[in-house]
Every structure is written in structure tokens, then in C-alpha cells.
């Protein structure tokens, strides 16, 4: 038993720390606001957490319906920040960083 929950835990670590590269690679290639990334982060911390809103231990693949609505919702509100913000840019309201 020990031996199967170090495995689980690295799994879940490697996991988050691919996960967190992925959210530092959005946040530079796309200038993506503070707040996107928190949510993003909170969107990582509940994928990560052992507890769920729609279990899939007990519901099988329809516990993923909750995981799949969440990352859709901030995926879409990131999208319409990164919008907001070229928007701006073009209109020359705020300046856009040197690339």
C-alpha cells in the first residue's frame, strides 16, 4: 500500500508541475492578465483535488462532466480577456509590450 501511494503522489506531482508550465507558457505566449491567471491556477488546484462535485469513482465517465464544464468556462474567460486586451492594443488604449 505505501508503494502505491508514493506513485500516486508523484504522478499527481509531475501532473501539477506539467500543468503549471502550461499555464507560465499561456500567461507569456498570450499576455494573459493576473486574474486569468488565478483562474486558471484554481482551475489546476480543483482538477488536482482528490474531492469532487460529480465523483468518478462512483459516476465512471460522467464524474468528467464537471472537470470538462470547468476547464471549458475559464478556457472561454481567458479567451475573452486575451480579446479584451488586443482590442485595447489595437485601439491604442493601452501600449503592447516589446515582443
Known amino acids: 500500500m505505501d508503494d502505491v501511494l508514493k506513485a500516486i503522489l508523484v504522478v499527481l506531482g509531475a501532473l501539477v508541475l506539467v500543468g503549471l508550465l502550461v499555464v507560465g507558457f ?10 486569468g491567471l ?30 470538462t464544464g470547468l476547464l ?3 478556457g472561454l474567460w481567458i479567451y475573452k480577456l486575451v480579446k479584451a486586451r488586443q482590442k485595447l492594443v489595437d485601439g491604442g ?3 503592447s509590450p516589446p515582443r
Not at 499561456?26 to 486574474?35: A, C, E, G, T, V
Not at 488536482?48 to 462532466?65: K, Q, S, T, Y
Open 72 to 74: 471549458a468556462v475559464v
Open 26 to 35: 499561456l500567461m507569456w505566449r498570450f499576455k494573459i492578465p493576473p486574474r
Open 38 to 67: 488565478v483562474a486558471m491556477l484554481g482551475a489546476l488546484f480543483y482538477l488536482a483535488l482528490p474531492v469532487d462535485v460529480l465523483p468518478e469513482a462512483f459516476l465512471g465517465p460522467i464524474g468528467l462532466v464537471d472537470d
Open 93 to 95: 488604449v493601452i501600449k
